[in-house]
């Protein structure tokens, strides 16, 4: 049971457009949602976070929604460029759980020039 | 230089040989991670550990055993009971997670092949 789901594997975006990467979940437990970057054969890398008391999280190009009755969280980036190419994972964390991090699959990013 | 590293970057074994994972961070950070990741998927937790001598089992630690004697170290060894081994290894620290932050922060990885 996949409990944080991206079910885009890829998604292709136009270099000075915005992409929109979507991640749901099943737990309502979880409190808290990170997005990582991941370049190939390198450790993800933590671009932002949102805690379930707030709805919109903002950090220079990167912006994180979350619809709690929706159970939904998306990460835009405005403006695209072309060091976005990577993979993008979801991660998410439920009080009380040790601060385990559950992830979703992951959705790659192809930033065309 | 600082933060997490893990060493080697690439490693090679032998099917039927147990092989060890180096993990060391400088952060002075108490809790650490171990986690997998297969194409196509998403990290699997195979160990942590948020205390010196102390560790707890995560979704996927069979085949795999841990220790952390140090602070510093969380070496993770891939027994020969590990039946699909091959992956790529990742080590993270948690900052400050009794104050509701959860991001944890990754070393450069380990790619463990095994034939």
């Known amino acids: 049971d996949q409990q944080v789901k991206q079910n885009s594997p890829s998604l292709s975006v136009q270099e000075g457009r915005i992409s929109i990467l979507n991640c749901d979940y099943t737990n309502s437990m979880f409190d808290y949602f990170l997005w990582y970057k991941k370049y190939p054969a390198e450790g993800p890398t933590f671009l932002i976070s949102i805690s379930s008391i707030k709805d919109k999280n903002e950090d220079g190009r990167f912006t994180v929604f979350l619809n709690k009755s929706a159970k939904h969280l998306s990460l835009h980036i405005v403006p695209s460029q072309p060091g976005d190419s990577a993979v993008y994972f979801c991660a998410a964390s439920a009080r009380g759980s040790n601060y385990q991090l559950i992830w979703g699959a992951g959705t790659k990013l192809i930033i065309k020039p | 230089d600082g933060g997490i590293t893990q060493s080697p970057k690439y490693l090679f074994r032998k099917e039927g040989q147990n092989v060890t994972l180096s993990c060391e961070q400088n952060?002075?950070?108490?809790?650490m991670y171990w986690y997998r990741q297969d194409p196509g998927q998403g990290l699997r937790l195979i160990y942590y550990?948020?205390?010196?001598?102390?560790?707890q089992k995560g979704d996927i630690a069979e085949g795999y055993s841990v220790s952390r004697e140090k602070k510093e170290s969380f070496p993770l060894t891939v027994t020969s009971a590990q039946k699909n081994p091959t992956a790529f290894y990742l080590c993270?620290?948690?900052?400050?997670?009794?104050?509701?932050?959860?991001?944890?922060?990754f070393g450069p990885g380990t790619r463990l092949t095994v034939t």
């Open positions: 550990s948020q205390i010196v001598n102390d560790f």
């Open positions: 993270a620290i948690s900052i400050d997670p009794g104050n509701n932050r959860y991001e944890q922060y």
């Open positions: 952060l002075n950070h108490d809790a």
